[in-house]
């Protein structure tokens, strides 16, 4: 779904996770979302209680720390008073502490102004869901 309207552009992704915790590259698809678009934000957004948004090097290791870091920051024990789905989901539920729901990106001449070894991704800590939601909107100004 892509809308259009004025200065605001909207679109809708559905990332299948596969079940898998982790991160999901969503940077390819921002760049696109904003290519052509001349100077604005985009606001990257996942109305989900257990994923966030990041901005992180992918694929040099990076990954693998940083889910072992939240496994250690949010362990996935039994200790937890939110308790449903897997064992540990409660600290799913607190992942918004470390990596909020939205995050914001300038955008100039239409392109991203990320740095050179920086990516968008999607953090999604829950297997419990095989699918998730990613709203971009793009703001001209």
Do not use: Y
């Not at 200065?7 to 904003?34: M, N, P, S, W, Y």
């Not at 990041?54 to 939110?82: K, Y």
């Not at 918004?96 to 990106?105: E, G, M, Y």
């Amino acid at each position: 779904m892509s809308s259009k309207d004025g200065r605001l552009k909207t679109q809708e992704l559905t990332i299948q996770t596969g079940r898998h915790r982790g991160l999901h590259d969503l940077t390819g698809a921002c760049e696109l979302f904003v290519a052509g678009e001349g100077d604005g934000l985009l606001v990257v957004f996942v109305p989900h209680a257990t994923a966030g948004v990041v901005v992180i090097e992918l694929g040099a290791g990076s990954d693998a720390d940083l889910m072992a870091a939240l496994d250690r920051l949010l362990p996935r024990d039994a200790n937890w008073v939110h308790r449903h789905g897997t064992p540990g989901h409660g600290a799913d539920h607190v992942l918004p502490l470390l990596a909020p729901p939205s995050l914001t990106i300038p955008v100039v001449s239409g392109r991203l102004t990320l740095g050179t070894w920086q990516s968008i991704a999607l953090l999604d800590p829950n297997s419990d869901n095989a699918e998730r939601t990613v709203r971009l909107t793009f703001a001209a100004v």
